[in-house]
Antibody, heavy 117, light 108 residues
Framework: QVQLVESGGGLVKPGGSLRLSCAAS????????MSWIRQAPGKGLEWVSY????????YYADSVKGRFTISRDNAKNSLYLQMNSLRAEDTAVYYC??????????WGQGTLVTVSS | DIQMTQSPSSLSASVGDRVTITCQAS??????LNWYQQKPGKAPKLLIY???NLETGVPSRFSGSGSGTDFTFTISSLQPEDIATYYC??????????FGGGTKVEIK
């Protein structure tokens, strides 16, 4: 069965950095686009970034462009999100999700990132 | 950018009621719309893709319809386990993928 397990969340000060990881299993990871979607406390969903199966196509929401970097290692079945220059408004649960036909057909359980001094 | 407006933002209904949620796009998105269910404290789950197609394993009381700018998500007979927030999501305006603001469904 498809499993996505995020890790790397935590408390970080404004301006700091954090790297999220997502370990995938149960499907051919290298066949799928993958994405990061976040949800601020008590708020709705925001698509943060996605990356094509080969890594050649990448999208970032305007809110994180220039600060976040998505990457993947198909040999390790892993997805990453490097988050730099973090702001209070980046505080959210970050979900790793498999991208089907432009839908998120499988999601991880999420990892909480808190940006606070 | 395409804006997705869901209504209502919340609703309260009785078990067995028919529940309808609407999602309006700021421009024509054909049928490029998906619906998700998010139960409290859980990750979202894909219910309907391409406006009207039920994801495998999703109960048939859930349905979706519409095209262009106006879409409807329906629960034909509300069950206690359907308590959740429901989100629409468009994918017409690639590369951007946009969610609606969500509709919280509660039991009366």
């Amino acid at each position: 069965q498809v499993q996505l397990v995020e890790s790397g969340g935590g408390l970080v000060k404004p301006g700091g950095s954090l790297r999220l990881s997502c370990a995938a299993s149960g499907f051919t990871f290298s066949d799928y686009y993958m994405s990061w979607i976040r949800q601020a406390p008590g708020k709705g969903l925001e698509w943060v970034s996605y990356i094509s199966s080969s890594g050649s196509t990448i999208y970032y929401a305007d809110s994180v462009k220039g600060r976040f970097t998505i990457s993947r290692d198909n040999a390790k079945n892993s997805l990453y999100l490097q988050m730099n220059s973090l702001r209070a408004e980046d505080t959210a649960v970050y979900y790793c999700a498999r991208l089907g036909n432009w839908n998120a057909d499988y999601w991880g359980q999420g990892t909480l990132v808190t940006v606070s001094s | 950018d395409i804006q997705m407006t869901q209504s209502p933002s919340s609703l309260s209904a009785s078990v067995g009621d028919r529940v309808t949620i609407t999602c309006q796009a700021s421009q024509d998105i054909s049928n490029y719309l998906n619906w998700y269910q998010q139960k409290p404290g859980k990750a979202p789950k894909l219910l309907i893709y391409d406006a009207s197609n039920l994801e495998t394993g999703v109960p048939s009381r859930f349905s979706g319809s519409g095209s262009g700018t106006d879409f409807t998500f329906t629960i034909s007979s509300l069950q206690p386990e359907d308590i959740a927030t429901y989100y629409c999501q468009q994918y017409d305006n690639l590369p951007a993928l946009t969610f609606g603001g969500g509709t919280k469904v509660e039991i009366k």
